[in-house]
């Protein structure tokens, strides 16, 4: 006897989308067909609705155990799984991975805690690899670096990035590069702090374009110099989208990540908005967002995520806009903001599932166990109602932060049901999950 069948479907596959029915074994696809199939415990009638996989956040800063007055993993991995994300990818800069016993200490830790399945990201600090491909067998995702120092953690030169990056292709890792100028960004905070600026307009005069510019350049060669996989994160402006198309067609292994804040949040709302609209690097011009968000419909971006980095309202009025914590939430609006650019024709339902789904799975080496609705794959799986029309809340954020950059957001199109391996985790926003019932994924 088979566990769930969902019926009357309309299934977005690889290979476009069909009417359908999916059956679900065991926490696997077992089939999907054009008729029902008798045997079933539970039926889901989704008449009207959409079914895709299961989204993929693979950049998430959940902050647990040090900052759990900003976030933790349950208060994150609740807003996934309302959100129709069923795996994420954390990393934490105030308690990084550098070593095989962080990695255990910290999955033993996460593992009663998360609702929805998770990975985790470890650190590279300059000169530290001893640890790194170690780390890749346990199935770490990708290892995190800097090229500015920020958050905390220490900024790579081009030697050490260099370094790293040999080291990693070594053994065919992945790296998730934050791309600054290190010397830019120094340089213009010691002007901007001479001239006593601390005005919301600070953040895109510090965080430069053509410190995000120079770095993404730099890195990009290093890629192709070094063969190793890159991930560029968040881009921020089309200019570098084009510099990471140029590092392609010449044979680097990189790909370019971005998040809905670069596409919707422009830079003098944002500036208004004072310490509530710091994240860096920064949201560009209204133009250079839609521009990004043409280039995310044309399909040269590769992968979309949140980047949730939460803070309260207590934390980010607390200070100046230099001493409030950079970041937002996000992981809770994500995927409502994007339904919405589908359904606004800004992007084809196949290219935000590829980006939120698919590509990041191929990435992480997840696919097609996740990421894909084939049989075998896992049952990670979100209806969705493209028809629902809803404004985003502060007071519905299910982050720690109860804030949402996005309030007062007119969406189009929501997650209604959430399935985890099978397992009805959200319906009709009501949470079903639990903590402990997330899985530690390791890439294969």
Same mark, same amino acid.
């Given at each position: 006897?088979?566990?769930i069948?969902?019926?009357n479907?309309?299934?977005?596959?690889?290979?476009?989308?069909?009417?359908?029915?999916?059956?679900?074994?065991?926490?696997?696809?077992?089939?999907?067909?054009?008729?029902?199939?008798?045997?079933?415990?539970?039926?889901?009638?989704?008449?009207?609705?959409?079914?895709?996989?299961?989204?993929?956040d693979?950049?998430?800063?959940?902050?647990?155990?040090?900052e759990?007055?900003?976030?933790?993993f349950?208060?994150?991995?609740?807003?996934?799984?309302?959100?129709?994300?069923?795996?994420?990818?954390e990393?934490?800069?105030?308690?990084?991975?550098l070593t095989?016993?962080? !990695?255990?200490k910290?999955?033993?830790?996460i593992?009663?805690?998360?609702?929805?399945d998770?990975?985790f990201?470890?650190?590279?600090w300059?000169?530290?690899?001893?640890?790194?491909e170690?780390?890749?067998?346990?199935?770490i995702?990708? !290892?995190?670096?800097?090229?500015?120092t920020?958050?905390g953690?220490?900024?790579?030169?081009?030697?050490?990035l260099?370094?790293?990056?040999?080291?990693?292709?070594?053994?065919?890792?992945?790296?998730?590069?934050?791309?600054?100028?290190?010397?830019?960004?120094?340089?213009n905070?010691?002007?901007?702090?001479g001239?006593?600026?601390?005005?919301?307009?600070?953040?895109?005069?510090?965080?430069?374009?053509?410190?995000?510019?120079?770095?993404?350049?730099?890195?990009?060669?290093?890629?192709?110099?070094?063969?190793?996989?890159?991930?560029?994160?968040?881009?921020?402006?089309?200019?570098?989208?084009?510099i990471?198309?140029?590092?392609?067609?010449?044979?680097?292994k990189?790909?370019?990540?971005?998040?809905?804040?670069?596409?919707?949040?422009?830079?003098?709302t944002?500036?208004?908005?004072?310490?509530?609209g710091?994240?860096?690097?920064?949201?560009?011009?209204?133009?250079?967002?839609?521009?990004?968000?043409?280039?995310v419909g044309?399909?040269?971006?590769?992968?979309?995520?949140?980047?949730?980095?939460?803070?309260?309202?207590?934390?980010?009025?607390?200070?100046?806009?230099?001493?409030?914590p950079?970041?937002?939430?996000?992981?809770?609006?994500?995927?409502?903001?994007?339904?919405?650019?589908?359904?606004?024709?800004?992007?084809?339902?196949?290219?935000?599932?590829?980006?939120?789904?698919?590509?990041?799975?191929?990435?992480?080496?997840?696919?097609?166990?996740?990421?894909?609705?084939?049989?075998?794959?896992d049952?990670?799986?979100?209806?969705?109602?493209?028809?629902?029309?809803?404004?985003?809340?502060?007071?519905?954020i299910?982050?720690?932060?109860?804030?949402?950059?996005?309030n007062?957001?007119?969406?189009?199109?929501?997650?209604?049901?959430?399935?985890?391996?099978?397992?009805i985790?959200?319906?009709?926003?009501?949470?079903?999950?639990?903590?402990?019932?997330?899985?530690?994924?390791?890439?294969?």
């Amino acid at each position: 006897m088979y566990d769930i069948q969902i019926i009357n479907a309309k299934i977005q596959t690889e290979q476009g989308q069909i009417e359908g029915n999916i059956t679900i074994s065991n926490g696997k696809i077992e089939a999907i067909s054009s008729s029902p199939l008798a045997n079933v415990k539970q039926t889901i009638d989704a008449e009207g609705l959409l079914v895709l996989p299961g989204f993929i956040d693979q950049h998430v800063h959940f902050m647990d155990p040090t900052e759990t007055d900003r976030e933790d993993f349950i208060h994150g991995t609740t807003a996934a799984a309302m959100a129709g994300v069923t795996t994420v990818i954390e990393h934490t800069h105030s308690r990084p991975i550098l070593t095989v016993e962080d !990695f255990l200490k910290y999955k033993s830790y996460i593992e009663e805690r998360s609702l929805v399945d998770f990975g985790f990201a470890a650190h590279i600090w300059p000169g530290q690899y001893d640890q790194l491909e170690k780390l890749w067998q346990e199935g770490i995702a990708y !290892f995190k670096v800097f090229t500015c120092t920020t958050h905390g953690v220490p900024g790579q030169n081009s030697a050490s990035l260099h370094g790293a990056f040999t080291k990693v292709a070594s053994f065919g890792g992945r790296v998730l590069v934050h791309c600054e100028d290190d010397s830019l960004t120094a340089e213009n905070e010691k002007v901007l702090k001479g001239n006593n600026r601390d005005d919301g307009h600070v953040i895109q005069e510090w965080r430069s374009k053509a410190a995000e510019a120079i770095s993404v350049a730099n890195v990009c060669f290093i890629a192709k110099e070094t063969g190793a996989h890159v991930t560029i994160a968040h881009l921020s402006h089309p200019d570098v989208v084009g510099i990471v198309q140029e590092a392609k067609e010449a044979g680097a292994k990189v790909l370019a990540e971005i998040c809905p804040q670069y596409l919707y949040l422009e830079e003098n709302t944002l500036a208004a908005r004072g310490s509530f609209g710091k994240f860096t690097p920064p949201s560009r011009s209204a133009r250079e967002s839609q521009e990004l968000m043409e280039l995310v419909g044309k399909g040269e971006l590769d992968i979309l995520a949140s980047d949730h980095a939460p803070s309260t309202k207590r934390h980010k009025d607390s200070g100046s806009i230099w001493t409030s914590p950079f970041g937002l939430p996000g992981i809770d609006t994500t995927s409502a903001v994007m339904l919405t650019a589908v359904n606004n024709n800004k992007l084809s339902l196949a290219g935000f599932v590829r980006m939120y789904a698919e590509n990041p799975a191929k990435a992480l080496g997840l696919y097609p166990k996740k990421g894909c609705i084939r049989v075998g794959a896992d049952a990670d799986l979100v209806l969705v109602d493209m028809k629902k029309k809803w404004t985003i809340q502060d007071d519905g954020i299910c982050s720690k932060a109860k804030w949402s950059p996005f309030n007062g957001f007119q969406c189009t199109g929501k997650p209604v049901m959430t399935l985890l391996r099978g397992q009805i985790i959200m319906s009709e926003g009501k949470l079903l999950g639990k903590p402990g019932d997330g899985n530690y994924v390791k890439r294969a």
